[in-house]
C-alpha cells in the first residue's frame, strides 16, 4: 500500500475517515469476501435461531425498530 494514500486517509476529519472505510468494506463484499464467523457468532445467531423458532411472533418490525433508534439517538 502506498504510505501517501494511508496517510492522506489519515489527514482526513475523521466523519470522512468513516466514510471512507465505509466504502472500502463496501467495495471488499461487493468483491465476494465473507469474514469467517468465531464461535461466538455462530454460537448467538444459533441461540437466536431457536428463540425465534420457539416463539415466531415475538418479533420488532423494523419500522419500530427505527422509530426508537431514532426517538433515542435524535436522527431522522
Do not use: C
Not at 472500502?24 to 455462530?42: K, M, N, R
Not at 435461531?49 to 411472533?57: I, V, Y
Amino acid at each position: 500500500m502506498s504510505t501517501n494514500v494511508l496517510q492522506a486517509a489519515k489527514n482526513l476529519p475523521l466523519p470522512e475517515r468513516l466514510e471512507l472505510l465505509d466504502a472500502l468494506w463496501e467495495s471488499i463484499v461487493e468483491d465476494g469476501y465473507e469474514p469467517p464467523l468465531t464461535s461466538a457468532q455462530a454460537d448467538e445467531l444459533d441461540r437466536r435461531l431457536k428463540a425465534h423458532q420457539r416463539n415466531p411472533d415475538d418479533v420488532v418490525d423494523w419500522k419500530g425498530i427505527k422509530i426508537e433508534l431514532n426517538s433515542k439517538f435524535g436522527r431522522d
